[in-house]
Structures are given as structure tokens and as C-alpha cells.
């Protein structure tokens, strides 16, 4: 089931509010130009698929936790990359709040799609859809940037 990126940062903030140990995100790019982001608490993992549509603000949905990787794959995975600095701002729409996310993350296309080859066929059908619903949602909100390079 997809869900809204806040949602998704509501339920993580909640299980970091709890145990703030072992915790890894790793960021990268799909096929098709939109950022994936995994958030790992192992076993426990989640996805958020985003596009950014300016320099200040992106659209995202996710899901999770998946639990249908291997733990010791998901944290050889997980340190893969480059770390970096990232912060992000999740809206809350329901109670009109956000949250905001800041520390360090590693980037790496390769490595998100590693973690992806150990999905199943029915998170591999999750990404799908996370995929389609995300185009769908920048181009009702956003419809001019279909057109604004021509």
C-alpha cells in the first residue's frame, strides 16, 4: 500500500522516537530520473520515491516497512555509497504540522538498485506502482512541467 512521503516519516519518527540505534538511509535514482530513498531499521525497511519540483520542495510517496530482505544484506547494502548531508521537510497535512529530517545519508544509484534485485515480485509490483502513482501526482499538480522545455 502506498502512502503519502509524510506518512511514511510520521510511522519512521515514531519507531526512531523509541530506539535511535542502528538506523541507515540510502538515497539513489531510479530508472526513470526519480529519487528513491530507503530508510533502514533492520529488519524493518521502508521506500520513498520522490521528485523534486523546484529547488526547495519535492512530491513523494512510499511504503513499508518491508520486511522481506535479508538483514545482513540490507546492511552491507545499506553502507554503500557516498555519505552526505541531506534535511527535508515532510508535511503533515492531517493535523497541518511538519516534520523536519536532517543527518546523513548515503548516495548511491548502484547500491539502490542492489537492495531492489533482492525484492520480491510483489514489492517489485510496489515500486511499480509507487513509479506510476508519483508520475501522476507531479503531472495534476504540476501539469506545466510537461511542457515548460519546448
Known amino acids: 500500500m502506498t502512502k503519502d512521503a509524510g506518512e511514511i516519516i510520521k510511522d519512521v519518527k515514531k519507531r526512531y522516537d523509541i530506539d535511535k540505534k542502528g538506523w541507515r538511509i540510502l538515497g539513489g535514482k531510479d530508472s526513470k530520473g526519480h529519487y528513491d530513498t530507503f530508510i533502514a531499521q533492520p529488519p524493518r525497511l ?11 520542495q ?3 510517496l512510499g511504503t513499508g516497512p518491508i520486511r522481506d530482505i535479508d538483514e545482513d544484506i540490507q ?3 545499506m553502507e554503500l555509497g557516498k555519505p552526505i548531508n541531506f534535511q527535508a521537510l515532510f508535511p503533515q497535512p492531517k493535523d497541518n504540522s511538519a516534520i523536519f529530517v536532517r543527518g546523513t545519508e548515503r548516495f548511491s544509484t548502484e ?3 542492489r537492495l531492489k534485485e533482492h525484492f520480491d515480485s510483489a514489492q517489485n509490483k510496489i515500486d511499480s506502482k509507487l513509479t506510476k502513482e508519483l508520475e501522476e501526482l ?3 499538480r504540476y501539469p506545466s512541467r510537461k511542457t515548460m522545455y519546448l
Not at 521502508?46 to 526547495?56: A, D, H, L, R, T
Open 138 to 140: 507531479v503531472n495534476k
Open 75 to 77: 546492511r552491507a547494502i
Open 58 to 60: 519535492a512530491i513523494g
Open 46 to 56: 521502508w521506500q520513498i520515491k520522490s521528485e523534486p519540483v523546484n529547488p526547495f
Open 111 to 113: 547500491a539502490t538498485n
